[in-house]
């Protein structure tokens, strides 16, 4: 079985909800939670490319630091730096199944992944 990541927030309702729906599944992925331990620079590019998306589609852009910085408009690098900076600006939760990531949004979407 590949290995299996649920970047997670434990505040989040969508995030919980994931890690539930994985539960049930009798899947129990790697947790980490990256508001308390956030990415680095290279591990959010490493998650974009498994995601196949660009730094402007994870990030949350009605978040309050996300307007300050006017990041609608910034460019990768700087959404990445603002990403590893900031995670609160990641969208979640992201459920990560070998080299394939899906964004929980909705969180039946970690299903698509399982083999």
Do not use: W
């Amino acid at each position: 079985m590949p290995e299996m990541t649920l970047y997670h927030n434990p505040r989040c309702s969508k995030s919980r909800q994931a890690l539930e729906i994985l539960t049930k599944a009798k899947v129990t992925p790697q947790i980490r939670e990256y508001m308390k331990d956030p990415l680095t620079q290279s591990e959010i590019k490493k998650l974009l490319s498994h995601l196949s998306i660009k730094s402007s589609e994870l990030l949350r852009k009605n978040e309050k630091i996300a307007k300050d910085l006017k990041l609608a408009s910034a460019s990768e690098k700087v959404i990445i730096q603002a990403m590893s900076k900031h995670p609160e600006l990641i969208e979640r939760p992201i459920f990560v199944c070998g080299k394939k990531a899906i964004v929980g949004r909705p969180p039946e979407n970690v299903l698509d992944l399982l083999p």
